[in-house]
C-alpha cells in the first residue's frame, strides 16, 4: 500500500541510504555501517564508482558557474542528499551573493543534516519531499518563499533520476516542474548509464544489484532515454555528453575513465 | 619516488624562491589529485595547497627549528578534503623528496640539517594530518548521528500526531470500528461500536467473533470471512445482523478489511459497521408499502409483477417449472358501488380480498389484487391445467357464500381467465393479456366461471383488442377517410347521389374496411363521435358538389347516403346534431339520406322511432338497409319512417346466374312492387352486370349500386362521373 501523504516514513538506518553511501564515495564520514558496507559492495564491481561521484560533483559546480554567468541565480536542487563540500549555495554564491537555493530530499535523514548546516543561511531552505510527486516541491513553503517562479530557475536533478523507476513516471515528473517555470529556466541533469562505463555491462549490473537492497534501486538509461528528459527544452552546447565533456575547466585527458560513465546535459526552457 | 632532475640555474630572476615554491605544489598537487574527491579544478586545488607548501617551506628554514607550521600543514590537508589516507602517503612522499630541494637554502644549515629538519617535518605532519582527520571524522559521525536522530524524534512526533489522529478518528468516527486477530478474538473497538452493540463494552471486546453467527447471515458471510483470516482475501463487504446484548437485532453494512504486518503475512482484522437497522426497518417499511394494496393488504401489482417474471422465467440453468394464473373480474361489482356506495364496496373487496388469501396460503402460491375489482392468484405449484383449474374452482366455491355487511346479504360473483403453462416460453405481459382475454371470454358466456386460456381465441382477441385500444387515437390523428360509391338512377343511368363509406388507414394493417371497426367502435361508444365526423363530412361533400354541378331539371341535386349504426340511433343528440350539421354546410335536408339497417329497427317503439320520424318529416329520407336479411317484417313497414329500401346484395347475386333464379326473380319483384305500393323507393346493391341493371330496370327498380357502375372513390370520381353524365 502506498503511504499516504502525511505519514513520514520510517527512518531505519539498518538500511543502506544513498545519500549517505554518496557522501561516502566522496571521502565523507556522514554515513553509517551499513551505508559503507553497501558502498563497499558495490565498489567490487565498479571500484571508479567515487570518481563518477566526483564528476557528477565537478559538473554540477561548471554548470551552477554557466547558470550564473546567465543571470540564473535561483536553484531548485532536487535530491540534494548529505550536504557536503562544494555545495551548490557556496558555488552559486561565490557567482552571486544574493543566489538562492532550495534543497529537495526524501531522505528524512538528509533533510535533518541539511537543516543542521544550512542553519542561519540565509537565501537557502529545505524541503522533504519526492521528485515523484512534484506537486508537493512546488507548492511547499520553503520554495514558495525563497524561489520566484517569474524569473528563471535552474533545477537541478543531478545523480537521481536514475533512483526512479518508469513505473514513477520520472518523464511526466520533470515535465510537471518545467511547465512551473519561467521561460529561461535551466534543466540541469545527470543520469547513470551502462554506455561510458569502462568495465563491460555485466560487471557494472553487479552494482545494480547491490542498489537493489537499498530503498532506490538504480535505473540504467540509455542516452536516448536520458535524451527524452530534455523533450520540450533545448539543449545548450555541448548537449547531452559524459560529464567530463560538459565544458571542461581542463583537459578531459587528464580525466580517469570512470568520469566518463553516464551523461549530463543542460536545457534551456524557451 | 624518482627525484627530478636539478634545476637549472642557481637563483634566477625566473626561478626564485616563490617560483621554486610554486613547482614544488604542481608536483604535489598532481600527486594527490587523483586519490582526493574534491569537485575543484587542479588549478583550484593547487591555490588550496599553496599557502600549506608555505607553512612547510618557512618551517624548513625556520630558526629556531619549530614542527607546529607542519602540524598545521597536515590539518590543511584534511581540510582540503584529502581525507583519503592515502592524500598522506603520497603527500609525505612528495615532502621527502622535493621540500628541501625546491625550499632548501644555503644560508647556514647544511645538507644534513635539512635532511634531518625535513624528517621530522613529516613526523609532525602525520601526526596533524591524523589528529585532524580524526577531528573531522568524529564531528562528521557525530553530525549524522545527530541528523539521524532529528529525523527520527522528527518521525515520531509526526508519528504520534499521525496516532493521535488516528486514535480521534477511532473514537469520534461515526461509524464502529473494531479490530480483532485472526483468530476472532476482538482486541479493539470503539465507542461507537459499542453504542451499537448495547452500550456494553464488555459485551463486545475480549469476545469472538464467531460468536456472532445470526440466522439470517447470508451463506456467503462466514465463506469470506474464512477466506479472510486464511489471506486468501483482502477486503468483503456485506449487509449483516447481530444480536445486541439485549436480544434485539442490530442490522450493520460490514466492511471488513486484512491487515497484514510489514513482511506481508496476515495479522489482524479491521472491520467497520454502520449501523442500518433503521434504514433497513424503513426500507423494508417502504418497500412493503409500495408492493402492497393498502385496502386490503394484498400483494399489489408490482409485487405480483415482480412474482410472476420469477414464475414465467426459466431457471438460471435452463430448468423450466411451471406456473398457472386464475385472472378474477368481479361480476357486477360496479352495480354494488354505485347502488351501495363506495365504503360498501371496498367492504367487499377486503372480503373477497380474504376468502381469496384463503385459496392460495401454500408456498409459491400468492393473490395479490391488480387495481379495481380485479385480483390474481399466482402459483408455481402446479403439473398442468387441472391443478389451475382447480385452483380457479375454489376461488368461485370460496366466492359463492354470501358477504354480510350492514346486515346486508350482498352475493358475489366473478368471472376468472386460467392460464397454466410451461416456464420460460411467455413474457409476464403475454401470460397476463392471455389471462384477461380469457378472463373477459368467461364474462361473455354469463360470468360465474372459469375458462382456460386458448391461443386461437387469444389471437383472435389480440387483434381484435389492438384495434379497439388504436381506435379514439386514429379519430383524433385522423387516420379515418371516405370514399363514396355512386348511386345511379336505374331507368337513365344519370348519376343520383353516392354512399358514404367510411374507412381506417391504418398504419399497420393498411386500409381497413367498416366491417372490421365499425362493431368495435359500437363496442366502445367511439361510434358516436365517429358516425358525427362521417356524417360531417358527408354533409360538406355533398353540399360541394352541388356548388361545382349545380344541376337542375329531373336529376335534382346529388345526394349522399350515410350510415346510422343502432348505437348512433338511441343517441339522445341525433336529431339536434344532424340538423346542426345540415345547417352549416348548407346542405338541404332532402339531399341527405341516412341508411338504417332493418336489424336495428326490429322491435323498435315508439320511443325510438321518434327522432327518425322527425327526420324523415323534415326532409331527410330514411332508407332501410339490407333489406331481406333479417327478419324482413313487411307488416312492420308501414309504421317506419322509411321511405327507400335497399335491398340487400343476396338476392342481386341471385340474378346474376345464368338462367336467373326464378324464384329470387318472383321475389324481387313482389318486394319491389309492395314498396311502391307503399311508395318506398327501392335501390338495389351488388349490381355487376349489364344483364343484371337491365332485368332490375325491367322489374322496375328506382337505383342501384354496385361495381357496374363504380366501386367505391374518392369525391372527386363523383364529380367526374357527373359531368359524364351531363355529356
Given at each position: ?21 554518496y557522501d561516502f564515495y566522496l571521502g565523507g564520514s556522514h554515513n553509517?555501517?551499513?551505508?559503507r558496507?553497501?558502498a563497499?559492495?558495490?565498489m567490487?564491481?565498479?571500484p571508479g564508482l567515487p570518481k563518477i561521484m566526483q564528476a557528477n560533483r565537478a559538473?554540477?559546480r ?20 548529505i550536504p557536503t563540500f562544494g555545495n551548490?549555495?557556496e558555488v ?157 575547466d581542463s583537459?578531459?585527458?587528464e580525466e580517469d575513465?570512470y568520469a ?11 | 619516488m ?19 615554491l610554486r613547482r614544488f605544489v604542481t608536483i604535489w598537487g598532481r600527486a594527490i589529485f587523483p586519490v582526493t574527491a574534491t569537485s575543484l579544478t587542479r588549478a583550484e586545488f593547487e591555490g588550496h595547497l599553496l599557502p600549506l607548501a608555505r607553512l612547510l617551506c618557512?618551517a ?7 614542527t607546529?607550521p607542519a602540524q598545521r600543514a597536515g590539518a590543511g590537508l584534511v581540510d582540503a578534503h584529502c581525507t583519503d589516507p592515502d592524500a598522506l602517503g603520497r603527500s609525505l612522499g612528495v615532502v621527502d623528496s622535493y621540500l ?21 617535518l613529516q613526523h609532525a605532519m602525520a601526526t596533524g594530518y591524523a589528529q585532524a582527520l580524526r577531528e573531522r571524522t568524529r564531528a562528521e559521525q557525530?553530525s ?584
Open positions: 500500500m502506498e503511504r499516504p501523504a502525511w505519514a513520514p516514513p520510517g527512518i531505519d538506518i539498518s538500511v543502506p541510504s544513498v545519500s549517505r553511501m553509517f555501517e551499513v551505508d558496507e553497501a563497499r559492495k558495490a567490487e564491481f565498479l559538473f554540477m561548471r554548470a551552477v558557474r554557466y547558470a550564473a554567468d546567465n543571470d540564473v541565480t535561483q536553484f531548485l536542487d532536487i535530491g540534494s542528499g551548490v549555495h552559486a554564491r561565490a557567482a552571486d551573493p544574493a543566489a538562492r537555493v532550495v534543497y529537495v530530499d526524501h531522505d528524512p535523514v538528509a533533510v535533518a543534516h541539511s537543516r543542521a548546516v544550512l542553519d542561519g543561511v540565509d537565501g537557502t531552505g529545505v524541503v522533504a519531499a519526492d521528485l515523484r510527486r512534484p506537486a508537493d516541491i512546488l507548492h511547499s513553503a520553503e520554495v514558495r518563499e525563497l524561489l520566484d517562479f517569474d524569473r528563471p530557475v535552474a533545477l537541478l536533478l543531478i545523480a537521481v533520476l536514475h533512483f526512479l523507476e518508469d513505473a514513477d513516471r520520472p518523464y511526466e515528473a520533470v515535465a510537471e516542474l518545467l511547465d512551473a517555470l519561467a521561460p529561461g529556466s535551466l534543466l540541469v541533469l545527470t543520469h547513470a548509464s551502462y554506455e561510458g562505463i569502462p568495465v563491460d555491462a555485466e560487471r557494472a549490473s553487479g552494482t545494480v544489484d547491490v542498489y537493489r537492497s537499498t530503498r532506490s534501486p538504480l535505473v540504467m538509461r540509455t542516452a536516448e532515454e536520458i535524451g527524452r528528459f530534455f523533450e520540450g527544452v533545448e539543449t545548450v552546447e555541448p548537449g547531452l555528453v559524459p560529464m567530463p565533456h560538459w565544458r571542461p583537459p578531459a585527458e575513465p566518463f560513465s553516464g551523461y549530463a546535459g543542460v536545457g534551456r526552457k524557451a | 624518482k627525484v627530478p632532475s636539478q634545476p637549472s640555474g642557481s637563483a634566477g630572476e625566473t626561478d626564485g624562491p616563490e617560483d621554486r618557512d624548513l628554514l625556520a630558526r629556531p627549528f619549530d607546529a628541501v630541494l625546491y625550499c632548501g637554502r644555503d644560508d647556514g644549515l647544511g645538507g644534513e640539517d635539512l635532511r634531518a629538519r625535513c624528517a621530522r557525530e549524522i548521528a545527530r541528523s539521524a536522530l532529528a529525523a527520527r524524534s522528527a518521525a515520531e512526533i509526526a508519528l504520534h500526531a499521525t496516532e493521535s489522529r488516528f486514535r480521534a478518528v477511532f473514537d469520534g468516527a461515526a461509524i464502529g470500528i473494531g479490530i480483532a486477530d485472526l483468530d476472532g478474538r476482538v482486541l479493539e473497538v470503539n465507542n461507537t461500536l459499542t453504542r451499537m452493540f448495547g452500550g456494553v463494552e464488555g459485551h463486545v471486546r475480549g469476545s469472538n467473533i464467531s460468536e456472532w453467527v445470526h440466522p439470517e447471515d447470508g451463506p456467503h458471510v462466514w465463506r469470506l470471512y474464512d477466506e479472510l483470516v486464511r489471506g486468501e482475501r483482502e477486503q468483503y463487504r456485506v449487509e449483516k445482523p447481530y444480536y445486541r446484548g439485549d436480544g434485539t437485532v442490530l442490522w450493520t453494512n460490514l466492511t471488513v478489511s486484512l491487515l497484514r504486518d510489514a513482511e506481508g503475512e496476515p495479522q489482524y482484522q479491521l472491520a467497520l459497521m454502520e449501523d442500518v437497522t433503521e434504514r433497513r426497518l424503513l426500507h423494508l417499511r417502504l418497500r412493503y408499502e409500495a408492493t402492497h394494496d393498502a385496502l386490503t393488504g394484498l400483494p399489489n401489482r408490482t409485487l405480483f409483477f415482480e412474482r410472476l417474471e420469477k414464475a414465467v422465467t426459466a431457471g438460471p440453468n435452463g430448468e423450466k417449472g411451471r406456473f398457472g394464473l386464475c385472472y378474477l373480474d368481479l361480476d357486477g361489482f360496479k352495480a354494488i358501488n354505485d347502488s351501495l356506495g363506495h365504503s360498501v364496496g371496498d367492504r367487499l373487496l377486503v372480503e373477497v380480498a380474504d376468502r381469496l388469501q384463503s385459496c392460495a396460503t401454500g408456498p409459491g402460491e400468492m393473490v395479490a389484487r391488480l387495481g379495481g375489482d380485479e385480483f390474481v392468484a399466482l402459483t408455481t405449484r402446479t403439473d398442468g391445467e387441472r391443478d389451475v383449474a382447480g385452483l380457479a374452482d375454489r376461488i368461485l366455491a370460496a366466492l359463492s357464500g354470501p358477504i354480510g355487511i350492514d346486515g346486508r346479504e350482498l352475493t358475489v360473483r366473478g368471472s376468472l381467465g386460467v392460464v397454466e403453462g410451461p416456464a420460460g416460453e411467455r413474457t409476464p405481459a403475454e401470460v397476463l393479456r392471455s389471462a384477461d382475454i380469457t378472463m373477459y371470454r368467461a364474462k361473455s358466456a354469463g360470468g360465474n366461471r372459469f375458462e382456460l386460456a386458448d391461443p386461437e381465441a387469444d389471437a383472435r382477441a389480440i387483434t381484435r383488442h389492438g384495434l379497439t385500444t388504436a381506435l379514439p387515437t386514429a379519430l383524433e390523428r385522423g387516420e379515418f377517410f371516405i370514399e363514396y360509391q355512386p348511386l345511379v338512377h336505374l331507368d337513365d343511368g344519370s348519376v343520383h347521389g353516392a354512399e358514404a363509406l367510411v374507412r381506417w388507414s391504418h398504419p399497420q394493417h393498411g386500409v381497413l374496411g367498416p366491417d372490421r371497426f365499425i362493431p368495435l367502435a359500437e363496442d366502445t361508444g367511439l361510434i358516436v363521435p365517429l358516425g358525427r365526423w362521417v356524417l360531417q363530412e358527408a354533409v360538406r361533400q355533398a353540399r360541394s358538389w352541388q356548388l361545382e354541378n349545380p344541376r337542375t331539371g329531373g336529376a335534382g341535386p346529388l345526394r349522399v347516403n350515410v350510415n346510422l349504426s343502432p348505437t348512433q340511433l338511441h343517441h339522445p343528440r341525433l336529431v339536434a346534431d344532424t340538423v346542426d350539421v345540415l345547417e352549416r354546410a348548407g346542405l338541404d335536408p332532402g339531399a341527405l339520406c341516412l341508411e338504417v339497417t332493418e336489424s336495428a329497427l326490429i322491435g323498435a317503439d315508439e320511443d325510438l322511432l321518434k327522432p327518425l320520424r322527425q327526420l324523415a318529416e323534415m326532409g331527410v329520407d330514411i332508407a332501410l338497409d339490407d333489406f331481406g336479411t333479417g327478419y324482413s317484417n313487411l307488416a312492420n313497414l308501414r309504421r317506419l319512417p322509411v321511405s327507400v329500401l335497399k335491398l340487400d346484395r343476396s338476392f342481386t347475386r341471385g340474378m346474376q346466374q345464368h338462367p336467373v333464379d326464378p324464384v329470387d326473380l318472383k321475389i324481387v319483384e313482389g318486394i319491389v312492387s309492395l314498396a311502391h305500393s307503399l311508395e318506398l323507393a327501392v335501390t338495389v346493391e351488388g349490381v355487376e352486370t349489364a344483364a343484371q341493371a337491365a332485368r332490375l330496370r325491367e322489374i322496375g327498380c328506382d337505383t342501384a349500386q354496385g361495381w357496374y357502375y363504380a366501386r367505391p372513390g374518392a369525391p372527386d370520381r363523383i364529380h367526374s362521373l357527373v359531368l359524364a353524365d351531363a355529356v
